[in-house]
Nanobody, 123 residues
Framework: QVQLVESGGGLVQAGGSLRLSCAASGRTFSSYTMGWFRQAPGKEREFVAAFNWSGGRIYYADSVKGRFTISRDNAKNTAYLQMNSLKPEDTAVYYC????????????????WGQGTQVTVSS
C-alpha cells in the first residue's frame, strides 16, 4: 500500500511559479512509477507528467513541456512538480499518483492517488 499526500498548491499570478510536493508512505516508494495529473472544473482529468522509479524515463504533456519539471527524492519518499511560467489555463486540482508498473500517461492504470491540491492562476 502507498498513501500519497500533495501539498504546495495555492493562488499565483500568471507568469509565477509553484512547487507541488507529493509525500508518500510505504517502504517501496522507490520502486513506483509516479505521475501528476490535473482536473479543471468541468473538464476531464488530464495527464501532466510522469517518471519511472529511477527517473530515467520522463514524460510531459505537450501543454506543460518546457515549463514544468517533475522530480523525485527517493530518500525522502517525495515527488515534486516544479511549475514555472504558469498560465490561467493551468488552473486545476493537481493529483499525484503511483503505480507499480511501467511509466504511463493514462490515469486509469495508476493504483494510488492523493487527495489533490488546488492550483489557481490569475490573469
Amino acid at each position: 500500500q502507498v498513501q500519497l499526500v500533495e501539498s504546495g498548491g495555492g493562488l499565483v499570478q500568471a507568469g509565477g511559479s509553484l512547487r507541488l510536493s507529493c509525500a508518500a508512505s510505504g517502504r517501496t516508494f522507490s520502486s513506483y512509477t509516479m505521475g501528476w495529473f490535473r482536473q479543471a472544473p468541468g473538464k476531464e482529468r488530464e495527464f501532466v507528467a510522469a517518471f519511472n522509479w529511477s527517473g530515467g524515463r520522463i514524460y510531459y504533456a505537450d501543454s506543460v513541456k518546457g515549463r514544468f519539471t517533475i522530480s523525485r527524492d527517493n530518500a525522502k519518499n517525495t515527488a515534486y512538480l516544479q511549475m514555472n511560467s504558469l498560465k490561467p489555463e493551468d488552473t486545476a486540482v493537481y493529483y499525484c499518483a503511483a503505480r507499480g508498473g511501467l511509466i504511463a500517461t493514462i490515469g486509469d492504470v495508476y493504483d494510488y492517488w492523493g487527495q489533490g491540491t488546488q492550483v489557481t492562476v490569475s490573469s
